[in-house]
């Protein structure tokens, strides 16, 4: 919530409007006095890393009644106030449509006992509104992720991997209890995340005779060898029936029946706390910029309200922010739990979104007991490739397991394509992959050479162990090793196979993917470092600090960590910029220290200037801050690379291990001719990726034109229309860009010469 409130403040600013905290919440508005108070650019500061909202929120009877809503009306009316920006859950943003409905008959009545003039009553005519959903459950349909859902998704699976360490040591059997009150999107993406044996969610109670099925389910993984069980229970979960199924209940049954040692671990309201994640104060992706984004749509929304624009509320779709009519989403989530209510589970789901459905269909596939008996006689094979990053494993995980719930044989291949040139290669079972989801790193091992220099070998190879189709896990080196395994079909009819390279790599420079796995858990590696040094910063006061990210020459963990961590500058090779640039931005820091924010945060990309290295930076700032301000520089290195998976690429990971071998086998019956598989066109081998809100499959040939093969970049990336928020947050005296510069005064200049009716 807070980079939410941070950004809106800050645009605000930015575009000459007058913005003003609302504290604890509609409580606040009706209290008025400093309850309501003026926000300046530096009231702002070293918030990004706080959780909660500084600002306070409370439940307010007070509100519901026309009276309160009179007397919250009173206060803005005296302060000038027209436009409201509301954070907060369904309850919060049809309260906030209520009071814009009402607002004129509102100002009349006030009229009418002699609070307000005339002159005043005209010149806040109309009320703008426009919301921002903050909730942990993600229940509000419009928006693929609300505001604070990935930060509590990132303090359960704290918990389940700290859980899990103590329950494998004792074979005992965890049952965890979830937040979502009657949505299970917590508790499902957290069983994803964690290769949970169960989940109860709301949406889909289990079938009639589950408690049987769920012992077999136990009973059969412990015979495996399994040491760990772990059972996720959102806290609205119930039977067909309508009866809550909790996880007392859940315990008892597991003793009673299996005799398993078994704990209970209800989370509550550690779920709400704790720094928010990267992914809440910018949100990639999988949008990106939730927070920060919606704040400068939020902003760009009310300044273009007119007396007939309906309450709106700005939401993620994919990685853009977009904005929506405010009633129909609050109406369709109110269509779900009618859906429940009336028993129409299915209806249920769907209704949720298409996230939630794909996450759904995905948890059922890899829930299976035993892998079914159906053999394919089609033998698939797994490869990582590049620098090793956390998600990798996850995705081989899925791939293994959907590959073998397809009956196909799964192969892994150890040590990248040296390993496959070698014959590293050996069959990859259902259960061994337990455990891979939460485990950083490569599990198969990894090297980033390339094929060519082994293309012969690597033939002789397929054939020798029959392999029908290669999956492909890694960063650009996958991307090449692909190209250069097509070229080779022209020589090699070996390599005439489907292929698939999923991206995995920190640097996110995989053509044809806005997201590649292992992003996310980097860039909230450099975050949480950026966060300390700020802390350090704010206790030594006037200190500035340089930091070099990962990435190669793809300035996206630059930016992204940036924008998150609040960054006065990020050099990026995408962005050019020379001594000049370098110069502003020293005299920015000089004048930001005359401010009561006196410390400073630069990033730059590794490969962003090979002149104006990480030690020219620091030395130009040091030399041209004597007397102002010190500096300090941090090399974050292969730091970025390692630690334990984040709930978002875990999710990825096992989504696109999934989606791939999917593809594989319709790609395979399509190739199937006469007894043996020939693939050689091009849409056989290809990318697969995530652009905008979809998972799309791009042949790896048509990507050739959108590549800059010397700088091992796509040539156009669109996180780059992000960059210029940085700087406005910053306070830089710079324009978005021509048109939406243009478009923004042009629609402040029409709003300030609106007359009122």
Known sequence: MNAAVRATVRVGIYTGAKVYFVHEGYQGLVDGGDNIKLATWESVSMMLQLGGTVIGSA?????????????????????????????????SLTGANQFRKEWATLLVDLVKAGKITDDEARKSCHL???????????????????????????????????????????QRTFILEVMGRHCGYLALVTALACGADWVFIPEMPPDEGWEGHLCRRLADQRARGSRLNVIIVAEGAMDRAGNPISSEDIKKLVEKNLGFDTRTTVLGHVQRGG?????????????????????????MALLEATPETPACVVSLSGNQAVRLPLMECVQVTK???????????????????????????????LAHI????????????????????????????????????????????????????????????????????GKGGSELGTKRVLPSEYIEEISLTIAKFNIHSLVIIGGFEAYMGGLELVQGRDKYEELCIPMVVIPATVSNNVPGSDFSIGADTALNTITSTCDRIKQSAAGTKRRVFIIETAGGYCGYLATMAGLAAGADA?????????????????????????TDVKRGLILRNENCNANYTTD?????????????????????GHMQQGGTPTPFDRNFGTKMGSKAVLWITEKLKEVYRHGRIFANTPDSACVLGMKKRALTFQPLAELKEQTD?????????????????????????????????????????????????
């Open 370 to 437: 035993n892998p079914p008996d159906t053999k394919s006689n089609i033998n698939v094979a797994i490869v990582n490739i590049g620098a090793p990053c956390a998600g990798m494993n996850a995705a081989v995980r899925s791939a293994v397991r959907i590959g073998i719930i397809q009956g196909h044989n799964m192969l892994a291949v150890h040590d990248g394509f040296e390993g496959l040139a070698q014959g590293k290669i050996e069959p990859i079972t259902w259960t061994g992959v337990s455990g891979w989801t």
């Open 616 to 636: 020219f930076i620091f030395a130009l700032y040091s030399e041209e801050g004597k007397g102002i301000f010190d500096c300090r520089k941090n090399v974050l």
């Open 570 to 594: 990020a050099y990026i090779y995408e962005d050019k910029f020379g001594i000049r640039d370098l110069e502003m931005n020293v005299e920015h820091l000089v004048q930001k220290m005359k």
């Open 275 to 299: 720094t928010p994640s990267a992914f809440d104060r910018i949100l990639v992706g999988l949008s990106l910029s939730l927070s920060l984004r919606m704040g400068v749509e939020a902003v």
């Open 59 to 91: 439940r307010c009877m007070d509100f519901r009644a026309r009276e309160g809503r009179m007397k919250a009306a009173l206060n803005l009316v005296k302060l000038g106030i027209t436009n409201l920006c509301v954070i907060g859950g369904d309850g």
């Open 335 to 365: 269509d779900v739990t009618t859906a429940m209510a009336e028993k129409r589970w299915e209806d249920a789901i769907k209704l949720r979104g298409k996230s939630f459905e794909n996450n759904w269909n995905t948890y059922k596939m």
């Open 709 to 757: 093969f010397v700088h091992r970049i796509p040539k156009t990336s669109w996180w780059l229309k992000l960059r210029p928020i940085m700087k406005i947050l910053a306070k830089y005296n710079i324009s978005l860009d021509t048109s939406e510069h243009a478009h923004m005064e042009h629609v402040i200049k029409k709003r300030m010469s609106m007359p009122c009716s």
């Open 128 to 170: 703008n509104i426009v919301g921002m959903v903050g909730s942990i459950d993600n229940d509000f349909c419009g928006t693929d992720m609300t505001i604070g859902t990935d930060s509590a998704l990132h303090r359960i699976i704290e918990v389940v991997d700290a859980i899990t360490t103590t329950a494998q040591s004792h």
